[in-house]
């Protein structure tokens, strides 16, 4: 049986969203593929990003981003011991979020990422991303996304529309058309929990 050290030791420690009802996993933004290239885009969600300012740039938090990047890329060709790591760490969450900094790397990411919702049945997993080409290669390969996995395809573009695909989708927004109520409890989800919904086809985030 592995410990919880040693799967730290091999995924990293499990980020601590402060707003969500549960744990999650972040890698550093500067990593993500898409989101690099929109933070150079003016009018992109990406442009001024969050992960890359205030407590995301301290030492010890990107550290343990740093931590978490090696375990996901070191899953690439060896994806089992970081798979076993990732369910003996979220095993008694009851919602989680796939990268509250960071994005997937490839299908053989997301690959991996559905083999830990299979074996954490009893787990909502979230996995908002800009990857869409990596999610429909996995798709048009033959992987399956689980049922308790919701991937949402985030628009790259500030009050652009959703992207045009079936799977559910998420956007930002300056008016006041935004359907996720954090900002009026606190900043936190509360009761909320939409972004794990997969009958909520399109959840609109105000830009901060």
């Keep these: 049986m592995i410990t919880i050290k040693q799967a730290q030791d091999i995924a990293g420690t499990l980020s601590n969203p402060s707003k969500m009802p549960g744990k999650g996993t972040s890698t550093p933004a500067e990593r993500c593929i898409t989101g690099s290239k929109l933070r150079n885009v003016k009018g992109s969600v990406c442009e001024g990003c969050y992960a890359m300012k205030n407590m995301y740039v301290m030492d010890n938090v990107q550290?343990?981003?740093?931590?978490?990047?090696?375990?996901?890329?070191?899953?690439?060709?060896?994806?089992?011991?970081?798979?076993?790591?990732?369910?003996?760490?979220?095993?008694?969450?009851?919602?989680?979020?796939?990268?509250?900094s960071g994005d997937l790397q490839g299908d053989w990411h997301l690959a991996n990422i559905c083999e830990v919702a299979k074996r954490t049945p009893h787990v909502n997993h979230w996995l908002p991303t800009r990857e869409y080409r990596m999610v429909n290669d996995y798709e048009a390969n033959g992987g399956v996304i689980p049922n308790n996995l919701v991937v949402r395809d985030s628009a790259h573009m500030v009050d652009a529309p959703p992207p045009v695909t079936k799977r559910p989708t998420s956007t930002v927004v300056t008016d006041d058309s935004a359907t996720c109520p954090a900002r009026f409890q606190n900043n936190e989800c509360g009761d909320c929990r939409d972004c794990w919904n997969p009958n909520v086809k399109n959840v609109s985030y105000p830009k901060h």
């Design 63 to 100: 550290q343990a981003l740093g931590k978490r990047f090696d375990g996901v890329m070191g899953s690439k060709d060896n994806p089992e011991p970081w798979i076993n790591a990732m369910v003996h760490l979220i095993k008694r969450q009851e919602y989680f979020r796939w990268h509250d």
